[in-house]
C-alpha cells in the first residue's frame, strides 16, 4: 500500500527555519519524482517544489525559489523540504505528493498519491 507521511511542520517565527520531511511507502520509489505542495486557508493548493527520480533537476515556483530547497534520499525512501527566511505567506498546509510522469510538474493532477499534510504557521 502506498503511503506518503509528512512531518516538521510547526509554529515558527518571520525569518525563521523549517525543514520538512516525507516518508515514503512506495516500491518504486527510486524511479518515481515526487513534490511539494501547499494549500493556505481559502486558496488552491499550489505547486512549491518538484525533483526528479535521481535528484539531478529541481523546479521551485517563484515565491519560494533561493528559500526552499527540495532534496530526496531514495536509500530512505525519503523527501525534504528544507524552508530558510520564512514568511508569513508561506502558512499553509504542506503536500507532499508522488507523481505518476516521469518528471516532476507543476499540476496536482499530475501527482497520484498525496499524504495528509503538515502544518505550518510563521508568525510575523
Known amino acids: 500500500q502506498v503511503q506518503l507521511v509528512e512531518s516538521g511542520g510547526r509554529l515558527v517565527q518571520a525569518g525563521g527555519s523549517l525543514r520538512l520531511s516525507c516518508a515514503a511507502s512506495i516500491p518504486t520509489f527510486r524511479s518515481v519524482p515526487m513534490g511539494w505542495f501547499r494549500q493556505a486557508p481559502g486558496k488552491e493548493r499550489e505547486f512549491v517544489a518538484g525533483?526528479?527520480?535521481?535528484?539531478?533537476?529541481?523546479d521551485y515556483t517563484d515565491s519560494v525559489q533561493g528559500r526552499f530547497t527540495i532534496s530526496r534520499d531514495n536509500a530512505k525512501k525519503m523527501v525534504y523540504l528544507q524552508m530558510n527566511t520564512l514568511k508569513p505567506e508561506d502558512t499553509a498546509v504542506y503536500y507532499c505528493a508522488a507523481s505518476r510522469r516521469l518528471y516532476s510538474t507543476r499540476y496536482a493532477y499530475d501527482y497520484d498519491y498525496w499524504g495528509q499534510g503538515t502544518q505550518v504557521t510563521v508568525s510575523s
Open positions: 525533483i526528479s527520480w535521481n535528484g539531478g533537476s529541481t
